[in-house]
């Protein structure tokens, strides 16, 4: 029976509801009556009226025999948490009224599961419970006042009676109902104070009998006559019944919004179960992020559909910067690349072409509230549980929901755990505890007859790990590039550094993504490796998926009228999408390949942007997925050259907020030696070591090579080991990638080097292979002296390309431009002719740089090896660059027993024997050459092309110096230096010659 607010014989029903029962004698006199409150008993044992207590619930039977009809129900009343509800059972229609005192709501909630809200302050209902003013807010009454019990109404004890078999004392009343401007006799029945009900409390009621008279909307008045039957009364609810709250999937209009819906975080991950009323339950995990324009899911698909044809668990990784879905295999581990397809829940479609076909549509990705259906149309329903957790509960309806190929109408009921509750994940490593978790959504389709309940577990609402995104398995190793990367470090990284380790990762990744110029997607397996004095980045750059793979295929069609370039000769659809990607001129979001013609057409229109689709028989269209620019990625060697590049400048930082201050940490060295990689040619930025650069400069003319497609250290690398001529510099073109090597040591002649923006010319180091000892002579006896020497690396370039003896070490006094060549290593000399001189340097050959640590704590059987004892790690590769004809090529050296092994394959007979019989040594193998060159097995290939490029003569500035001083101003300068040198060297004239010779004189 459908019932309206405040009216008719419903209301009456719910007012007498509260009461108890009446006399059932029906004399004439009791349809009028006149209100006599605070009657006083006339008798002394008279019993006192019965307390009823503030928590209970009864079933009811109302005879409303003016009407000839039965009404069933059912009463809850809860004084303590100021709340109140009445159902109504008429045939199997079930109606309520809902009396929510804290919000001052009352919800009529009908049959057919429709729902209105009216203010319980204006509301005639709201006497059936009450609406008593406390502080300022509504307040249900008390009990006894809702049973309209209280004295204040004039109740006299009319003895006892029996009532459904049960001894009663019972009450009789007179009271006025003004809405419905009707006076009525009332009368209670209660359980004697001996009789033992079901509740065993004392005295329940079982109950209300009422005679009235009323009149409604000017008609006659007439009588009424209604009997209301108690059962069933308990004085206790169920702590977690749901009686107080409106049913579920039941949205109430006008209700108050309490509490808006919560906002998601960006990212987050979490477990999903669904639950089909079909019979299904499936699961999934999903990871997202929206920073990063990544979702990942795990599910098994419920058919063999493409692109899997099978039911084995499947991972997804959508990428929506560039609009290409990897979908992986878990078991057979294939993977396919292919556009996101509209289908997916994590995709939001706009303009589809109603003139098209339906495969046309551009996608975006959605946002976390849409993701999960959330919108500013829900409504706060109040508190309920779900899965054992108090929840906060909003509803909406919607008339899009998606089910299968169709949009539905359903009722969508969103529970998020309690915000006074909080969770705490095993996920998260920087959020353990969260609150506004998303706990349930239901689902009811009415029409469909289906209700879908998806439960979120573990959600972690903080940034997914990248590597929870990996797709590396889409590319065979032949198109992945595994790196190291270190990072410069200032200082010791104390514990509060190391706990920044996370930070530094993501930073990284993000650095490394945008100086390769990539996704962060094709940054595969990134770990950070931390401790106290370093720090490591190793990742794999992975190959650009194919261009093909952002569009989608509409067999068969073509655009009309929208041709804006149009190319000959492709081959492949794969070709023409690869011309679409990278077109410069505007962007291309569309285009046609015709196999037949081998056309390429490429347009600038989605096609599904209601754009008039014709069809053909020799043509395909293909029509981007995403909407916007974009972003156009770079090969894999053009990413790694990009990468080495920023490293080398560097250019790749980050910056870490600790609690105080900011700081920067710059990449130092980057290569891909490592073990992912066993047959890629090593490359490493510390061939960078070599070299100076001067910035935006370069010498013209002066190229005798010149390579293209390079990174910068790629150029390094071809200069130290070129063979066909000695490398003393290039210039590295940042825009085009190309790499001019040449022979000219630039810092010889200065004044031929100039300024041009974009190139940086590197100037071959050779200072780095040797140690400075600073304030230092030892030269003193030397007679191969070089005047006008403008720096300390030109005398070591001198030093290491003299041929008159083995130069070991040089001093250099940048005052006076003098360099002088020795025979003797610091190691070498005595003490006494190490000197002490203010205005020179001591450089003694850096041998141990010739060489790489190859193993690490091994241990080594001392045989077939010579061996010298008690010396350090840097005289044992000194010893072994000094063996005869260049021929060690490996040295190791025990540590244990302060012992130095030095191997060839000519020494492998030998056979000499230490005195243990293994130890633990370092394996260093031989890299380079002295002057940097590339160790050769066939050490006499290099001395010879040493001997043959310098039969060339010396450089024009070092030949001009020495020419300078033996002809032109001998007489003069010698007295300078000779003065000079005297001075600061503390030596008498008599005791020093000096003698000075061209490089190919010395001896």
Known sequence: M????????????????????????????????????????????????????????????????????????????????????????????????????????????????????????????????????????????????????????????????????????YWRTCLTWAPLQSTFTLDYYFTDKDWLSSSNYKQVPVRAEIFGMKQQDGASPYQFHHIYDYTDFTTTLDPLTTVFETPHFVT???????????????????????????????????????????????????????????????????????????????????????????????????????????????????????????????????????????????????????????????????????????????????????????????????????????????????????????????????????????????????????????????QTISKVA??????????????????????????????????????????GKVVQAHNDAVFTGFTSAGDCADQC?????????????????????????????????????????????????????????????????????????????????????????????VVANPDVTKVSTTVMNNFKVMPNKFVKHFDNDILSKVSVDDCAQACVTSLTFVCNSFEYQYATSYCLLSTLHPDENPSMITTNIGVDLYIRDYSNKFVETAGTTVLSSSNTIYQEILDTNQCAKLCIDYMGFDCKSFDYCPDIGTCYLGRSHVYDVPKAQIQSNPMCNHWSRKYLDDFVQSQSNVNVKLINDRIIAGVSVFQCAKSCVEMEGGSCATFGYCSEVSECRLSTSALSNVGQTGPDAVATCNIYSRKSFPDGTTYIANPQKYYGNIAANSQKGYSKGGAAGVAIVMVLVGVILTALVLFLYVKFSNKGGDDMTIKFSRQVDDE
């Open 252 to 506: 109430c209009k006008n209700r108050l919004q309490l509490r808006s819906v919560p906002s998601l975080p960006k990212a987050f991950s979490y477990r999903e179960e669904i639950i089909s009323s079909t019979g299904t339950t499936k699961y999934a995990d999903v990871w997202f992020d929206m920073d990063y324009k990544l979702m990942r899911l795990d599910y098994r698909p419920s058919s063999g559909a493409p692109p899997y044809y099978s039911n084995d668990p499947i991972t997804e990784v959508h990428d929506y910067t560039i609009g290409v879905a990897y979908a992986i295999d878990r078991v057979m581990q294939n993977c396919s690349i292919i556009p996101l397809q509209n289908t997916s829940f994590d995709a939001s479609v706009t303009n589809i072409s109603t003139g098209a076909t339906k495969q046309q549509f551009i996608l975006k990705m959605k946002n976390p509230q849409d993701l999960f259906y959330l919108d500013n149309n829900y409504t706060y329903t109040g508190r309920r549980r779900a899965r054992g957790l108090n929840c906060d509960v909003f509803i909406r309806t919607r008339d899009d929901y998606p089910l299968g190929p169709f949009k539905v109408h359903a009722v969508l009921e969103f529970y998020f755990l309690a915000n006074d509750q909080k969770e705490q994940n095993n996920a998260g490593a920087l959020t353990q505890t969260s609150k506004d978790v998303p706990v349930q959504l239901s689902v009811n389709i009415p029409g469909e007859m289906v209700t879908m309940t998806y439960n979120f577990f573990n959600f972690d609402p903080e940034n997914p790990e990248i590597t929870n995104f990996d797709i590396s398995s889409c590319f065979s190793d032949s198109k992945k590039i595994s790196f190291k990367m270190q990072y410069l470090v200032p200082g010791i990284l104390d514990a509060n550094v190391l706990s920044y380790k996370q930070i530094f990762l993501f």
């Open 514 to 555: 945008q100086a390769a110029g990539v996704t962060p997607l094709r940054i595969a397996q990134p770990v950070m490796y931390m401790d106290s004095s370093h720090a490591y980045f190793l990742g794999t750059l992975l190959e650009k998926a194919p261009s093909i793979s952002r569009y989608q295929k509409i067999p």
């Open 581 to 673: 990607q990278t077109f410069g001129n505007w962007s291309c979001n569309s285009f046609e390949f015709c196999a037949a013609s081998k056309t390429c057409t490429l347009s600038k229109i989605h096609t599904a942007e209601g754009t008039q689709v014709g069809s053909t028989q020799s043509c395909d269209l293909y029509d981007r997925s995403i909407g916007g620019p974009s972003f156009s990625e770079v090969p894999l060697n053009t990413a790694w050259n990009n990468l080495r590049n920023s490293v080398v400048k560097k250019q790749l930082q980050i910056q870490v907020q600790f609690d105080k201050n900011v700081k920067t940490y710059t990449a130092d060295t980057i290569s891909n030696n």
């Open 2 to 169: 459908p019932f309206t607010q405040g009216r008719g014989p419903l209301l009456c029903w719910v007012l007498m509801t509260s009461l108890v029962t009446l006399s059932i004698a029906q004399p004439s006199n009791l349809y009028t009556c006149t209100p006599n409150p605070g009657v006083k008993p006339t008798v002394a044992s008279e019993p006192p009226f019965p307390t009823v207590p503030n928590t209970f619930s009864t079933k009811l039977e109302a005879i409303i025999a003016d009407r000839n009809m039965t009404v069933s129900g059912e009463e809850y009343f809860d004084y303590n948490n100021n709340r109140a509800a009445l159902f109504m059972l008429n045939g199997d229609q079930i109606s309520k009224l809902i009396f929510d005192y804290s919000t001052e709501e009352l919800f009529y909630v009908y049959p057919n599961n429709t729902c209105k809200t009216t203010n319980l302050t204006t509301d005639d209902n709201n006497l059936l419970f009450g609406n008593l003013e406390n502080r300022g807010g509504m307040h249900v009454f008390t009990t006894n006042g809702a049973l309209h019990f209280s004295k204040l109404y004039g109740q006299t004890y009319m003895g006892k009676k029996t009532i459904r078999g049960i001894n009663c004392d």
